[in-house]
């Protein structure tokens, strides 16, 4: 998908393509929610996570607690 809006027509075309038909009223509704997705991700997709290890690396319980109250 490109970074132009997604239009009714090409929502349903989408959506029929991938197994679901779309009634004609929710062409318009399934394009906006698409729109607001692409543009959410395209946020995350600038952000610099730098030397951010993997979720999978993390481990509960080994932290250190040396903070000072």
Known sequence: MSAAKLSPPEAARWAARGGLPLSADRHAAVAAVADHIH???????????????????????????????
């Not at 395209?42 to 109250?69: I, K, N, S, W």
């Open 39 to 69: 543009s959410v991700v395209a946020v995350l997709r600038e952000l610099d996570f730098g030397d951010t290890p993997p979720a999978p690396v993390y481990r509960a319980g080994e932290e250190t607690h040396d903070a000072a109250v």
